[in-house]
């Protein structure tokens, strides 16, 4: 059978985020990509300075439209990121809803992208659309942040956690849940079993958890994975595609598959392009400062340009076939 | 050294032509590629029904201005295809035209896109343009019609052919000039020497003229393809996406190279579309008639859907490093 994504997020011209992270490692991967881009930019809007147009309602309504009225073949998988407002939401919720209906075995990986760290970087009017559109979704992928938001819970121990999860699965009917990037608490570290190893206090964890509609509870699985110091832009991007793409719901345990295969590229990619950001000179390379930043706009594009994604340099990463990190079964979780 | 380019041309979400056809082959030949999508539409013009919004030429000077204030880096190689109006090829000559100046290595592969067959299809002011750019290009690769059109030669014998392409070499100042896909007309199948096998009548003609300011005549070179019946979309574009990939200014003889080498990987890509189409439903395989496809639009958008490039599919071939057809010396051209 043929594979084919609708993937249904921003672009920009120079850098790898949004659909420039996504679309190649999928075609990489075999599958045929239908490309909606929600946004033309120059650049990410981490730059400070960016530009160009976003795609409005209306204009991405009328290509929907035009598909299905042309009667191209539906995807057999869906991917949705970066949609920056509630009307373009709207129009996505719509043919996600549409796709659903039709392909009950359709697999949908919805990233809620809303914002990071606490700050939310789209309208907030966004957030009660995506909690309507969980319940489309077969695997979501939101970060920390966006779980909290979500689900209206401050994570502060493991019944938090517990809480959040559940409600994910049960509130929102999502099979699937991945939550990577979590930075290692101390009372995190504290819960994780034995069999799941902390790895260092910066590691961060991944989580994974699925549940099938007649289990009480959802099968959790973790693995920790070094932190690589900095930020770069577009890995959660990357690591939604890599996981759609290795997603296979005929396999013995597709999720925690599936996101080991993904954690492991993923970090491949950021360990290749932190190693090039090194041999930049140091004026390319320096540290986040808001202050300095501000004080010379350059010095903020400069660290940004240095830290785009290594993708085409590490493709043999993405169409690797070695052996992956493990995510363990995390039996105490409940 | 990493090599970058920036392509310009249009975009669709289903299907392969413009950037969807060249964005991909580059990206797996190692090249970072800066995307500036024209237009964004639903799927080619070919099905009859296609929807979305072009580019105006304010959009592209803003994504273009902002990327020169962050100053990211200036791409080795351009490559520009379909730009639908006069405003925004302007806007593309004034960045070819910097690109150049600043950089007189860029090896910039212009697409002359603008009909076939006898019919235009952008703007008739799109021409001048094209015309007064061409100085500018490293490599130019229109189709037959679209070297009549620049050249104002109607092109029917010998020496006809000689006029245009010398035209092309010394009023417009093109280095490299590549005419692929010429109808094998009687005249020419008798100009052609023994050394360059015609093939059958129907294969179509490639022409590869290079020169260098110093020598009174360029070099030419060709080869013959058979012809794979039926009309594929994006195939010229995927082959100029190939020449530019392939073009290496350091080795022995780089034109005729890199065609050898486009020509192979495309025709292949071809064949393996052309074998994919036959094995559909016969409704899906109906052939060109433009009497019967305007009583049933569905009609032509059912063929066209079928014989949308196998590129994914065909990746191995974009890859590939094996034995290429051989551009052969035409050494009585002249």
Redesign the interface.
């Known amino acids: 059978m043929d594979q084919r994504v609708l993937s249904i997020q921003s ?1 920009v ?2 850098g790898y985020v949004g659909g ?1 992270a996504a679309v ?1 490692p999928l ?2 991967l ?3 990509v ?4 929600t946004v ?4 990410h809007s981490g ?1 400070g ?5 976003k ?1 409005s309602a209306s ?1 991405l309504q ?6 299905e ?5 539906d995807p057999s998988r869906l991917l949705t990121g970066y949609i920056p407002g509630p009307e373009a939401l709207s129009v996505v919720q719509e043919v996600a809803a549409k796709l659903r209906k039709r392909h009950p075995k359709l697999i949908y990986l919805l990233d809620p992208v809303m914002g990071d760290s606490g700050v939310l970087y789209v309208s907030p009017n966004v957030v009660s659309i995506y909690r309507a559109m969980l319940p489309l979704a077969t695997i979501i992928t939101p970060n920390w942040f966006e779980v909290e938001t979500l689900t209206d819970f401050r994570i502060v121990d493991p019944q938090s956690l517990r809480d959040a999860i559940r409600g994910l699965h049960e509130e929102y009917q999502v099979p699937n849940v991945v939550v990577s990037s979590i930075p290692m608490k101390p009372w995190l570290a504290e819960f994780l079993p034995e069999e799941i190893p902390k790895g260092q206090p910066t590691d961060l964890l991944c989580i994974a958890s699925s549940k099938s509609g007649s289990e009480r509870n959802s099968a959790v699985y973790a693995c920790a994975v070094p932190l690589i110091p900095g930020y770069f832009s577009g890995v959660g991007d990357l690591f939604s595609a890599l996981v759609l793409a290795h997603f296979d719901p005929d396999g013995t345990s597709p999720l925690p598959d599936a996101v080991g295969k993904a954690l492991t590229k993923t970090h491949a990619i950021v360990q290749l392009t932190h190693a090039y950001a090194q041999t930049l000179e140091e004026e390319d390379r320096a540290n986040t400062d808001d202050e300095l930043d501000e004080k010379d706009p ?1 010095r903020r ?1 400069r660290r940004m ?1 240095g830290r785009e994604l290594r993708l ?2 590490g ?1 043999e990463i993405i169409r690797g076939e070695g052996s992956s990190r493990e995510m363990k079964a995390w039996e105490t979780f409940w």
């Open positions: 672009h011209t120079y420039k190649f075609q990489c075999g599958y045929d239908d490309v909606i881009n033309n930019f120059s650049n730059y300075r960016f530009g160009g147009t795609t204009e009328q290509i929907l439209q035009i598909m009225e042309n009667q191209l073949p350059m594009v340009r085409i340099q493709q």
